[in-house]
């Protein structure tokens, strides 16, 4: 890893933090799956235009059509759950239970990829992730915890690494990752639209700050952003890129507590070491001994 790959890892992840943020204040004027609605609507948009001017082909292998659904499926849930999630929690507990994801990947890489099975120190790692996530869930401190928003961050957690399996694991893989990222937001926004009603109003207290939040996800986040981090993908080593994802509950953490005055409890620091350090050794890439 260069220094180059390292900031621009570093940004992404500080970039992702941040979204939290955008996303709950973004929810003062839209509900929460509206909200993930019209992103998805407006990053369909923003990824065709894309694909038109770069010359990427729409036409997609008919066999990777089961996969590309089914990851539509499982993205729909993801945000569907994140975003009420940020609805009714405070940013950093719903990003230290999110964002141990790689340990939820890890449990069934190995079970599924032979080449992927558990070593000490990933078995390490895993102990602390959870043993984290547990200390998150067990805390019940403040005013703004809620069990169903900490078990939505969960399965929100579940359904990013079963995108993951998903596109390992079928012929979607094949195809480029616009393509892939096309897929997860034309399924998704119509089902998040049409669901939106059933989780409350669809428009809140609508103003110029909501309007800037959904556009920053559209444009940074749902389209061009993914793109810059499957770019940064087909650069680095996978096991370097993900090594630096630790760093994005950090920051999320962080964030929370500097811009919207959240009350994180010592035990969700805590909490937050643990999936971090959890993270770190679960991604660490093994030395090669000569």
């Given at each position: 890893?260069?220094?180059?790959?390292?900031?621009?890892?570093?940004?992404?992840?500080?970039?992702?933090?941040?979204?939290?943020?955008?996303?709950?204040?973004?929810?003062?004027?839209?509900?929460?799956?509206?909200?993930?609605?019209?992103?998805?609507?407006?990053?369909?948009?923003?990824?065709?235009?894309w694909?038109?001017?770069?010359?990427?082909?729409?036409?997609?292998?008919?066999?990777?059509?089961?996969?590309?659904?089914a990851?539509?499926?499982?993205?729909?849930?993801?945000?569907?759950?994140?975003?009420?999630?940020?609805?009714?929690?405070?940013?950093?507990?719903?990003?230290?239970?999110?964002?141990?994801?790689?340990?939820?990947?890890?449990?069934?890489?190995?079970?599924?990829?032979?080449?992927?099975?558990?070593?000490?120190?990933?078995?390490?790692?895993?102990?602390?992730?959870?043993?984290?996530?547990?200390?998150?869930?067990?805390?019940?401190?403040?005013?703004?915890?809620?069990?169903m928003?900490?078990?939505?961050?969960?399965?929100?957690?579940?359904?990013?690494?079963?995108?993951?399996?998903?596109v390992?694991?079928?012929?979607?893989?094949?195809?480029?990752?616009?393509?892939?990222?096309?897929?997860?937001?034309?399924?998704?926004?119509?089902?998040?639209?049409?669901?939106?009603?059933?989780?409350?109003?669809l428009?809140?207290?609508?103003?110029?700050?909501?309007?800037?939040?959904?556009?920053?996800?559209?444009?940074?986040?749902?389209?061009?952003?993914?793109?810059?981090?499957?770019?940064?993908?087909?650069?680095?080593?996978?096991?370097?890129?993900?090594?630096?994802?630790?760093?994005?509950?950090?920051?999320?953490?962080?964030?929370?507590?500097?811009?919207?005055?959240?009350?994180?409890?010592?035990?969700?620091?805590?909490?937050?070491?643990?999936?971090?350090?959890?993270?770190?050794?679960?991604?660490?890439?093994?030395?090669?001994?000569p």
């Open positions: 890893m260069d220094a180059f790959g390292a900031a621009a890892l570093i940004a992404f992840a500080l970039h992702l933090a941040f979204n939290q943020v955008v996303i709950k204040v973004t929810a003062g004027g839209f509900g929460p799956v509206f909200q993930a609605g019209l992103r998805s609507a407006g990053a369909v948009v923003v990824l065709f235009l694909m038109r001017l770069r010359g990427v082909s729409f036409s997609v292998p008919r066999a990777a059509w089961v996969g590309g659904i990851s539509g499926l499982f993205f729909t849930l993801e945000f569907i759950c994140l975003f009420v999630a940020l609805d009714i929690t405070t940013v950093s507990r719903a990003s230290v239970i999110f964002y141990s994801m790689p340990v939820w990947l890890s449990l069934i890489a190995h079970v599924l990829f032979p080449g992927e099975r558990l070593t000490p120190v990933k078995i390490a790692g895993l102990v602390l992730a959870m043993s984290g996530v547990a200390v998150a869930l067990a805390d019940r401190s403040g005013g703004s915890v809620s069990w928003g900490d078990l939505l961050a969960l399965t929100a957690a579940f359904c990013w690494a079963a995108i993951v399996i998903c390992r694991s079928t012929p979607l893989s094949t195809v480029p990752p616009a393509q892939q990222l096309m897929f997860q937001v034309l399924v998704s926004a119509p089902i998040l639209l049409i669901l939106a009603p059933l989780f409350g109003p428009l809140r207290d609508v103003a110029p700050i909501h309007l800037a939040g959904l556009l920053f996800q559209i444009i940074a986040i749902a389209s061009l952003g993914f793109l810059v981090w499957f770019w940064l993908m087909s650069i680095y080593p996978a096991s370097s890129v993900a090594s630096f994802s630790f760093l994005s509950p950090v920051f999320s953490v962080i964030l929370g507590w500097l811009l919207l005055s959240e009350d994180v409890a010592p035990s969700v620091w805590g909490a937050l070491v643990l999936v971090a350090s959890g993270i770190y050794l679960i991604n660490r890439k093994p030395r090669v001994h």
